[in-house]
């Protein structure tokens, strides 16, 4: 009896240990490491946020509005591809601003994890606007970048001309209620064959989920930056999977994602001061782009199309959550079109 309590007592310590050895030991993922875009220049906000971004001035005869690019995430940062597609509003006189949000790509990682809040990522949206001295904007908003777009629109309905919707998300706070709805047949909207729950199981290990509960719970980062970073790049590698229609279409992820500005914005976006009293019925012409494989729920989209009353939407076909990604010339093509108007 002794012994058998012996080797009870000595396996609880081996499983310990190895809890503790797969928790506290640092990890390394094989991805592609973050590089600076040539070009790249920088805001230092008067938020307290260094800010990296790409401008595209707008060629012939300027418009009067910029066009400022809100990637997803939260905190999204700019790739190649962005700058590729939407860059080519410049030709149409627009100068196109594409930022990395606080905590990824150029932008810089804060200390206190708990400043990674939707209303900092919205107050450093209202300082760049500032910074850039325009009068009027245009903002373009993929995924959790329209949500950004809601906040600062509810706070600044003046100061935005037109806004384009992308795979939007969900307004936040959340309406359970709404994301419920079912989807109208006359859409043919699909669901794609991959999806972010799958992603998260699959990259996802012991260490990378005690660094969120720690972060959670004692706004402590477990692990450093830079293999957070790793980490997050590895699992939007298997995300991308989840934003196209046809999976052959995913791409490698980029170096720049950001952990702990997403899992934290993410944690802070259900307690926030809803926006929706004051976007009911706004003006604001809005054009809403949904891919037909889009990963979000049809009832997302459906807020914005009740909040916006002077809205265009488009089913894109055979496109999943990035569109950009699959039909790079339609989704450039619509948003032309839209600001044409």
């Known amino acids: 009896m002794k012994r058998t309590l012996k080797y009870i007592a000595l396996a609880i310590v081996l499983l310990i240990g190895w809890l503790l050895f797969a928790i506290l030991y640092p990890n390394t993922y094989d991805v592609a490491q973050f590089k600076e875009r040539p070009g790249t220049k920088y805001w230092n906000l008067t938020t307290g946020s ?21 990637q997803g995430g939260p905190g999204g940062f700019i790739t190649d591809n962005n700058v590729e597609v939407l860059g080519k509003l410049s030709q149409d006189g627009y100068d196109v601003y594409l930022y990395d949000q606080i905590g990824s790509g150029h932008s810089a990682r804060l200390d206190n994890i708990r400043e990674y809040t939707a209303d900092r990522h919205k107050k450093d949206l209202e300082a760049i606007i500032t910074e850039i001295k325009a009068d009027k904007v245009i903002l373009i908003g993929q995924s959790w970048g329209a949500i950004l777009a809601t906040l600062y629109i509810a706070d600044n309905p003046l100061k935005v001309e037109k806004a384009i919707f992308t795979g939007p998300g969900p307004i936040a706070p959340f309406n359970n209620e709404a994301l419920q709805r079912p989807i109208p047949d006359s859409l043919n909207l699909k669901e794609p064959s991959f999806d972010n729950r799958e992603a998260n199981l699959k990259a996802n290990n012991l260490r990378t989920r005690a660094a969120t509960l720690v972060a959670y719970a004692f706004g402590k980062k477990l692990m450093p930056d830079k293999e957070a970073d790793d980490f997050q790049t590895y699992l939007n590698t298997e995300l991308n999977k989840a934003t196209v229609a046809d999976i052959k279409n995913a791409k490698e992820a980029p170096g720049g994602g950001g952990f702990y500005v997403q899992i934290m914005t993410f944690l802070n976006i259900q307690t926030i001061k809803d926006p929706r009293p004051a976007l009911a019925g706004l003006s604001i012409p809005i054009l809403l782009l949904k891919g037909q494989y889009d990963n979000q729920k049809w009832g997302a989209a459906s807020e914005y199309l009740e909040l916006f009353p002077n809205h265009k939407l488009v089913i894109v076909n055979k496109a999943g959550h990035s569109i950009a990604t699959e039909r790079p010339d339609i989704y450039l093509n619509e948003i032309r079109s839209f600001l044409k108007d």
Not at 50 to 66: A, H, M, Q, R, W
Request: charged fraction near 20%; hydrophobic fraction near 40%.
């Open 50 to 70: 260094k800010i990296g971004y790409t401008l595209i001035p707008g060629k012939g005869i300027k418009k009067t509005s910029p066009v400022i690019f809100l």
